[in-house]
């Protein structure tokens, strides 16, 4: 079982404690969350990047030059 | 106004490595904290983030982040307790994450905000460093601060944290 490091800054003292069960399911969840997050977060930037192509490319088809585009 | 740092506790992680550092009982005489840390984890990766807890909470954490990395840049905004870089297993060995975490006002009856300021160190791939504006939506005074890495299971040895605390007078 993973230990907690705690350091008591009235006495200094400093004790290492297991992890209960509600702590290391917690940290579980956790992890669970955050990847849920990262993957929202990483299909938001690809859809945001799949966008910026398909505009520059229906600019372009308008005649605009690379230069153009990147000045709007 | 002159202010005055005083260091309250430090720790280092041993050998067998620890999945949390918890300061407990802080003393509520100080206007302001800071957590310096220098943080590595098991993690099978080049870095890890380190969350920041308050009183044992884990909720009502949110943060505005800032971070580059040399070739890219980008900004966050998101709910949880993500504060600081550690490096990671496959950073360059014997590198830690660096960071200084700032808590202003620590004893008020006001939500709780903290800075901070961070960078990996890896001589090999990729470092980052990152700017980092969190809040504690919680008016309880801090009375105990946890460092917990996000995805990794340990601290491993030789990692640090120091909790100083700052009056102004």
Do not use: H
């Not at chain 1, 003292?13 to 929202?40: G, K, M, S």
């Not at chain 1, 398909?54 to 605009?64: H, P």
């Not at chain 2, 470092?127 to 491993?156: C, D, K, Q, R, Y």
């Amino acid at each position: 079982m993973p230990t907690k490091l705690i350091i008591n800054c009235e006495t200094g003292e400093q004790t290492e404690v297991e992890l209960t069960d509600e702590e290391v399911a917690q940290r579980e969840a956790d992890a669970i969350a955050y990847a849920a997050q990262e993957a929202e977060r990483d299909a938001a930037a690809v859809a945001k990047a799949a966008a910026k192509a398909s505009g520059e490319a229906k600019l372009a088809a308008l005649g605009l030059t690379a230069e153009e585009i990147s000045a709007l | 106004m002159a202010s005055k740092y005083t260091l309250i506790a430090s720790s280092t992680v041993g050998s067998g490595g620890s999945a949390t550092i918890s300061f407990t009982s802080i003393p509520a005489t100080y206007t302001d904290l800071k957590v310096v840390a220098n943080a590595r984890t098991d993690r099978a990766s080049n870095n890890d983030w380190v969350k920041i807890g308050f009183n044992g909470s884990t909720s009502s954490f949110t943060y505005r982040e800032i971070e580059g990395d040399g070739s890219t840049v980008g900004s966050y905004t998101g709910s949880g307790q993500l504060a600081f870089f550690a490096t990671a297993s496959s950073s360059t060995a014997s590198t830690f994450g660096n960071a200084e975490v700032y808590i202003p006002n620590y004893t008020g009856a006001n939500y709780k905000s903290y800075s901070v300021d961070t960078v990996t160190e890896n001589n090999g791939t990729t470092a980052v460093a990152s700017m980092n504006a969190g809040l504690w939506s919680n008016t309880a005074a801090i009375t105990s601060i946890e460092l917990t890495p996000n995805l990794g299971t340990n601290f491993v040895q030789y990692s640090t944290a120091y909790l100083y605390g700052i009056s102004n007078s």
